[in-house]
């Protein structure tokens, strides 16, 4: 089961790192907070931040680990982008609660 939960959470967070405000706007909580370096995003901030965003050219989701509690699950995993010339590494945390569905709830940044 936990092996499961954490290949369907990865599979979201992964269409969401190649993803656009469209993809956002449906898997976010209403009440979702994104951190990232330098921003706190609600759910329209960071709607209009990835309709905004180029994308990523490559995303890959390394390391990852499932922490469950009640209706909620936290994936954190290694994270490696590249745009362009440019690669980003972080790790990144995902909260999700499951509410019609799995909706993201927190995501957080910690960079390289």
Do not use: N
Request: aromatic letters at 6%; charged letters at 30%.
């Amino acid at each position: 089961m936990d092996e499961a939960m954490l290949h369907e959470l990865l599979a979201i967070d992964d269409r969401l790192a190649r993803g656009a405000g469209p993809d956002y706007a449906e898997v976010l909580h209403d009440d979702a907070l994104v951190v990232v370096p330098g921003a706190v995003l609600d759910k329209a901030g960071c709607v209009a931040a990835m309709d905004a965003s180029p994308g990523w050219d490559e995303a890959d989701l390394d390391d990852a680990r499932l922490v469950r509690g009640g209706d909620t699950a936290t994936i954190v995993y290694r994270f490696t982008g590249r745009r362009g010339e440019d690669t980003y590494v972080a790790t990144l945390a995902s909260t999700y609660v499951r509410a019609d569905g799995w909706r993201l709830l927190l995501h957080q940044h910690t960079p390289d």
